[in-house]
Nanobody, 123 residues
Framework: QAQLVESGGDSVQAGGSLRLSCTAP????????MAWFRQTPGKEREIVAT???????WYTDSVKGRFTISQDNAQNTLTLQMSTLQVEDTAMYYC?????????????????WGQGTQLTVSS
């Protein structure tokens, strides 16, 4: 059973914007690192962005300048604000949490996952 719950996925036109949200229980949220991954059929899950409990963020090159990861500690909510969306951003987006340690780029090192929310960008 998914411990994290994502929402916000939708179908949008290229160039548009969308915000994804992820809520987590207090014993998971922002204990170590929170991250967004994405996956398309037949491909491995890839890292999109991370944010640690101090608020330091990291982005994969393809989304730098277009996506912003943030956390609302009062609401135990992680968000991913996406703008200038491209067809290549189409994927299932997953929220993940690593409760101890630094932010890793590897999906296998995250302890908790959401069920995913689908983003489809059309040209």
């Amino acid at each position: 059973q998914a411990q994290l719950v994502e929402s916000g996925g939708d179908s949008v036109q290229a160039g548009g914007s969308l915000r994804l949200s992820c809520t987590a229980p207090g014993y998971i949220y922002s204990k170590g690192c929170m991250a967004w991954f994405r996956q398309t059929p037949g491909k491995e899950r890839e890292i999109v962005a991370t944010i640690n409990k101090r608020g330091n963020s990291w982005y994969t090159d393809s989304v730098k300048g277009r996506f912003t990861i943030s956390q609302d500690n009062a609401q135990n909510t992680l968000t991913l604000q996406m703008s200038t969306l491209q067809v290549e951003d189409t994927a299932m987006y997953y929220c993940a949490a690593r409760v101890v340690g630094y932010c890793s780029l590897h999906a296998t090192e995250y302890n908790y996952w959401g069920q995913g929310t689908q983003l489809t960008v059309s040209s």
